[in-house]
C-alpha cells in the first residue's frame, strides 16, 4: 500500500501550512488516518488521529493550531497548521490504519 506525503516546506513563525496524504487503492474510508512527526535525533510523536467513524483527537501541544481533515472520495487526509513555531521543525509522517507508513514530508520554521 502506498502512502505518499506532500506540502511540507520553508515557513515562517506565525505562518500556515497544510500537509496532505494520499494512498490510493485502498478502501479509504474504513481506516484511521494519523499524523505523526519526528524531529532530528527525536521519537516519532503522535500528532493527531481521525478515524473512520469521524472522530478527530489531537495531542495537546497542537490543540487550536493543528487540524485534521479528510476527503475519502480522493483518497486523501489533510493536516492543516497554523500558527506554526520553530519548534514544530520536523519530519511529518501519515500513517494508515495503524499499518501503513508514508516515507514523511519536511517542515521547517524558521525565519
Known amino acids: 500500500v502506498q502512502v505518499v506525503e506532500s506540502g511540507g516546506g520553508l515557513v515562517q513563525p506565525g505562518g500556515s501550512l497544510r500537509l496532505s496524504c494520499v494512498s490510493p487503492g485502498i478502501t479509504f474510508s474504513i481506516f484511521s488516518i494519523q499524523w505523526y512527526r519526528q524531529a532530528p535525533g527525536g521519537q516519532r510523536f503522535f500528532l493527531a488521529r481521525s478515524t473512520a467513524d469521524g472522530k478527530v483527537e489531537y495531542t495537546e501541544s497542537v490543540k487550536g493550531r493543528f487540524t485534521i481533515s479528510r476527503d475519502n472520495a480522493k483518497n486523501t487526509a489533510y493536516l492543516q497548521m497554523n500558527n506554526l513555531e520553530p519548534e514544530d521543525t520536523a519530519t511529518y509522517y501519515c500513517?494508515?490504519?495503524?499499518?501503513?507508513w508514508g516515507q514523511g514530508t519536511q517542515v521547517t520554521v524558521s525565519s
Open positions: 500513517n494508515v490504519g495503524s499499518k501503513w
